[in-house]
Nanobody, 116 residues
Framework: QVQLVESGGGLVQPGGSLRLSCKASGSIYSLETMGWYHQAPGNQRELVASITASGWTSYADSVLGRFTIARDNAENTANLYLQMNNLKPEDTGVYYC????????WGQGTQVTVSS
């Protein structure tokens, strides 16, 4: 059984920082490319950062240079992180973690609100 649980969101002023965490429970996750997805209000979910099992990272242009994705793997669990710096109002939305190649059932996500 797989489960994705995100945390770490909140309200922050423009220019501020947040660190999101995701606990991916299931033995498959330590072997998979994982990603953080952003769903802005009224928009579809989009991939903003990904990391392979070996640690190679990729970012959407909109977050390049501001967000950093990281992971660590444990037995039957993968922990995923997203360090978000210099946040902008357009970063507002719900953030989810999931596999990149095929999406599992989505977790509840974590809300990020960037506003003064």
């Amino acid at each position: 059984q797989v489960q994705l649980v995100e945390s770490g969101g909140g309200l922050v002023q423009p220019g501020g920082s947040l660190r999101l965490s995701c606990k991916a429970s299931g033995s498959i996750y330590s072997l998979e490319t994982m990603g953080w997805y952003h769903q802005a209000p009224g928009n579809q979910r989009e991939l903003v950062a990904s990391i392979t099992a070996s640690g190679w990272t990729s970012y959407a242009d909109s977050v390049l240079g501001r967000f950093t994705i990281a992971r660590d793997n444990a037995e039957n669990t993968a922990n995923l992180y997203l360090q978000m710096n210099n946040l902008k109002p357009e970063d507002t939305g719900v953030y989810y973690c999931n596999r990149v190649t095929i999406n599992d059932p989505w977790g509840q996500g974590t809300q990020v609100t960037v506003s003064s």
